[in-house]
């Protein structure tokens, strides 16, 4: 297992380029299921969770292959020769179950099996399972599978889902695009991933409209075609950088990034004491002055993404008087609070509240990863304390983050990969 070792106390300065989206780039693999001709898709990150994907697919029949030696440009295609998604590879990675819609819609049946709770909570599936019963979908759990049936087809209806999740917007989504008729998604998730697959997707010759709002509907085809694709910007990773520039007091440009993508995290910054401006396709954020406390609450996009709310743990942490956190999405993703406080946070979790009494400097540790976006706030912990820091579980990071010590260190920090 890798480490890294971090030797803090140094501004960034410079530029870092944002890759293409994780959350984006996993759906929009599955989306080439749902046509036996080829979908390329560009911009595609290299990270461990793609690579999972890729594996998925390849279980399921279809070639996933770069086009032209660029490993940033993948095509997908081919026939489908199993339906089932095995419990080894969807317990390794949750985004897996996005397989169920397609697969069932394409091929009237699927067998996928139940992911687990993981390390930030319980995580249902069932908002997914509902939605796909609602389509007509006869669907049975046994020996921790999920076995789904339509053979006529799925059939399309209104779906008011109860939460707005991500992934059951997607997978109805996905899995609506060939069903008879129309489908009707009320309290969609409106993550902008939503809008980019639903641009892949009418690029393949779906009919989709109000993407992005909380009502998508969605007029079923007989088919699917080919198309080409660009993944959007990770507008989380770029978020990552950002704090970066701002807990190292420095300033980075940050290519691809886009703050219409970012408003609720843009606000946090700014009444955080640190500046973020958009020049042209770059996002720029710089810190001068002093790190003020604020109160943060995670909500379904367009409010503050779950999935920063780690970073800006780390971040408020060295901020000048309290802040408070509330984590609404996940009931434990509070397990990066244990190790910042062992660098020299004051951080106590009250439920699903943190109160952070900023400190005036932290101290380097050894500390442990714990989940994809935790390990980054040890990270960004590690940029600003005194002394080193040793993070071990690095392959949580590699999951999601692409050549992150090559990335920071063109800008500075003193950061290295260190292999066992
Ligand atoms: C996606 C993102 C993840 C992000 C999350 C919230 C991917 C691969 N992952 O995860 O990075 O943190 O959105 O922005 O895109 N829930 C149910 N029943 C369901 C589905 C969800 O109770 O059927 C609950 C979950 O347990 C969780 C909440 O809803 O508490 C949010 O889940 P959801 O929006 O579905 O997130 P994911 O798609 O899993």
Known sequence: MDRFIIRGGRPLHGEITIGGAKNA????????????????????????DIATMESLLRQHGLTVETVGGDKTKLSVGGEITSTEAPYDIVSKM?????????????????????????????????????GLETLGAKITLENGYINARAPNGLTGDRIVLPFA????????????????????IVNAAREPEMVDLADCLNAMGARITGAGTGHIIIDGVEALHGAEHRIMSDRIE??????????????????????????????????????????GDVMRVRRTGALRG??????????????MQAQFMALLSVAEGASMITETIFENRFMHVPELNRMGARINVHGSS????????????????????????????????HGETILSRVYHLDRGYEAVERKLAACGAQIERVKD
């Open 294 to 307: 604020i109160d943060i609450m995670t909500e379904p996009y367009p409010g503050f993404p779950t999935d």
């Open 165 to 184: 999740s991500v992934g059951a917007t997607e997978n109805l989504m996905m899995a609506a695009t060939l069903a008879h008729g129309r489908t009707e």
């Open 94 to 130: 949750r985004a897996s179950i996005l397989v169920l819609g397609p697969l069932l819609a394409r091929c009237r049946e699927a067998r996928v099996s139940l992911p687990g709770g993981c390390a930030i909570g319980t995580r249902p599936v069932d908002l997914h399972l509902k």
């Open 238 to 279: 770029c978020g990552t950088y950002a704090c970066a520039a701002a807990i190292t007091g420095g300033d980075l440009r940050l290519i691809g990034g886009n703050v219409d993508h970012l408003g609720a995290v843009v606000r946090a910054f700014e009444e955080a004491g640190v500046e973020v401006t958009q020049e």
């Open 25 to 48: 780039g996993l759906k929009l693999l599955v989306a080439g299921l749902l046509t036996s001709e080829r979908l390329v898709l560009t911009n595609v990150p290299h990270i461990a």
């Open 354 to 385: 943190a109160i952070i009494r900023g400190v005036h400097s932290l101290s380097g540790a050894p500390v442990m990863a714990t989940d994809l976006r935790a390990s980054f706030s040890l990270i960004l912990a590690g940029l600003a304390a």
